[in-house]
């Protein structure tokens, strides 16, 4: 049930250094919270019973629907690596517990492996989020596959591992659309600076439409430039099967 947001340990300590050389990210203000609602915290409680952030988690198109990684709770073989029961979902102030068998996950059952285009999995609230706006359900991006540069903003609800603040946002682009996985989901690779903890920020465009979600970056703390082929950030488009299933969670369709 809701309850009033508890203290929480903090992540372990990381070594503060951006992915690229050019570290563009601030700290998240009021006026951002607005301009990109439903952004909130997974919390997952640790071996000792401390709850600690674990990723950025959204509430999209319902007040009771979260979209977040499927990589909180499966690792890349698909062997669950946390159950949804030790987790919960923080925002507005306020902590949710998520019903454990709502889980939906991107990839099926008997996938081999994860991958980022399945990296998503969609939880319901025991009870509505209260007093906070969901964010509106995502925009089909109409980017086509190939090479681009395409201007986004990086929200980071949860902030990462190697940024001072406790959320971030940053001005950045998309470099890359791969083409579509069998569930018909594209990757997009862009130059956002990530760091553990970063999971699961938001890809916004600059209209304020949420059109694809962070899965992993390469390198992580390296400061090293850009490069498409060895070093990138991943995200996936909020399309394929994973539109379809929010679609189906939320009954809205997506905007276009």
């Known amino acids: 049930m809701a309850c009033l ?10 070594r503060v250094a951006a992915l690229y050389p050019v570290d563009r990210r601030r700290d998240m203000t009021g006026a951002d919270v607005d301009r990109y609602p439903g952004a909130g915290v997974l919390y997952c409680h640790g071996p000792d019973g401390i709850p600690r952030k674990a990723s950025a988690a959204w509430l999209i ?27 919960f979902f923080q925002i ?17 059952t008997n996938a081999a492996g994860l991958h980022i285009t399945d990296d998503w999995a969609i939880l319901r609230l025991t009870q509505p989020a209260e ?36 959320s971030s946002l940053e001005t950045c682009f998309i470099r890359q ?9 594209r990757r997009v690779r862009h130059d956002c600076n990530d760091g553990f903890g970063g999971s699961g920020s938001g890809l916004f465009d600059e209209g304020g439409h949420l059109i694809a979600m962070q899965s992993a970056s390469l390198s ?18 909020f399309e394929g099967d994973l539109m379809a299933a929010l679609s189906a969670a939320t009954g809205r369709p997506a905007q276009r």
Not at 5 to 14: E, M, R, T
Not at 145 to 165: D, E, F, L
């Open 5 to 14: 947001a508890v203290p929480v340990a903090p992540a372990s300590p990381a």
């Open 61 to 87: 198109g319902d007040p009771s629907v979260v979209v977040l990684n499927a990589h909180n709770f499966r690792n890349r073989r698909m062997e669950t690596t946390r159950e949804v029961a030790d987790c």
């Open 92 to 108: 507005g102030g306020r902590n949710y517990d998520f019903v454990p068998a709502s889980l939906q996950l991107g990839a099926p």
């Open 131 to 166: 007093g906070v706006r969901p964010q509106p359900m995502p925009r089909v991006s109409g980017l086509a596959t190939g090479p681009t540069t395409m201007a986004i903003v990086m929200v980071s609800p949860g902030g990462h591992g190697n940024y001072r603040g406790p």
């Open 177 to 185: 659309v791969d083409p579509p996985s069998e569930a018909g989901a």
């Open 220 to 237: 992580m703390n390296s400061r090293r430039p850009f490069d498409l082929e060895f070093h990138y950030g991943s995200a996936l488009l």
